[in-house]
Nanobody, 121 residues
């Protein structure tokens, strides 16, 4: 199971940190990622992290502003979001995959429930 939290309302230029607690079968994952879905749009890739090595992959739209990280001991995934823009407004989902570095939502077999991030201008 994956439990995401940390969303909220923030002004443009502000920061938020999302968390995702992992348990159960997701402990056998190779990597985890964050996706987001804005109203009327498809779910899109945000970032990926290799759970063992810590190597990361980012979407171009968030590179340099967002940082994905994990705490192995706590089985928790994070997404630090800085310099937020109104275009970052979306429901953010954490997900687990056995395919390293994947940007495709079809490769992720486990999903959290989503947490809403709203960025006001």
């Amino acid at each position: 199971q994956l439990q995401a939290c940390g969303g909220g309302l923030v002004q443009a230029g502000g920061s938020l940190r999302l968390s995702c607690a992992a348990s159960g079968r997701t402990s056998s994952r190779y990597g985890m990622g964050w996706f987001r879905q804005a109203p009327g749009k498809e779910r899109e890739f945000v970032a990926f992290i290799n759970w063992s090595s810590g190597s990361t992959v980012y979407a171009d739209s968030v590179k340099g502003r967002f940082t994905i990280s994990r705490d192995n001991a706590r089985n928790t995934l994070y997404l630090q979001m800085n310099s937020l823009k109104p275009g970052d407004t979306a429901v953010y989902y954490c997900a687990a995959t056995n395919i390293l570095g994947s940007r495709s939502r079809n490769d992720y077999g486990y999903w959290g429930q989503g947490t809403l991030v709203t960025v006001s201008s």
